[in-house]
C-alpha cells in the first residue's frame, strides 16, 4: 500500500514562491508515475504537473515556466517549486502516484494514490 504525504502549501502574495514535497512509503519509481494536481472550490482537479520513471515531465500551460517537478528517488520524494505565484493558482495541492505505468499523463484518473493534500493560498 503506497502512502503519500504532502507537505509545504501556504499563504503567500502574489509573485512570491513556495515549495510543496511529497513523500512516498513503499513505492518504487523504477515503474510508476508520480506528480501534483490542484482543485479550486467548484472546479475539477486538474493535472499541474507530473515526472515519470524515465524522469520525464509534463506540465500544465498555465504554469510553465513558473512552476517545476522534480525527485529524490533516494528518498522517495517528490518536489513542486513554484515560482511567480498568481491568484488563480489558489487551490488544494495534491500528490497523486500511478504505478506500474510510466506515462506523463496529466488526466487523475489512471492516478491510484492520492494524498491528502495541502491548500495553496495566493493573495493578489
Known amino acids: 500500500q503506497v502512502q503519500l504525504v504532502e507537505s509545504g502549501g501556504g499563504s503567500v502574495q502574489a509573485g512570491g514562491s513556495l515549495r510543496l514535497s511529497c513523500a512516498a512509503s513503499?513505492?518504487?519509481?523504477?515503474?510508476?508515475?508520480m506528480g501534483w494536481f490542484r482543485q479550486a472550490p467548484g472546479k475539477e482537479r486538474e493535472g499541474v504537473a507530473v515526472?515519470?520513471?524515465?524522469?520525464?515531465?509534463r506540465y500544465i500551460d498555465s504554469v510553465k515556466g513558473r512552476f517545476t517537478i522534480s525527485k529524490d528517488s533516494a528518498k522517495n520524494t517528490i518536489h513542486l517549486q513554484m515560482t511567480s505565484l498568481r491568484p488563480e493558482d489558489t487551490a488544494m495541492y495534491y500528490c497523486?502516484?500511478?504505478?506500474?505505468?510510466?506515462?506523463?499523463?496529466?488526466?487523475?484518473?489512471?492516478?491510484?494514490?492520492w494524498g491528502q493534500g495541502t491548500q495553496v493560498t495566493v493573495s493578489s
Open positions: 515526472i515519470d520513471c524515465l524522469d520525464r515531465t
Open positions: 497523486a502516484a500511478m504505478t506500474d505505468t510510466c506515462v506523463t499523463s496529466l488526466l487523475p484518473l489512471p492516478y491510484n494514490y
Open positions: 513503499a513505492y518504487t519509481y523504477s515503474r510508476g508515475t
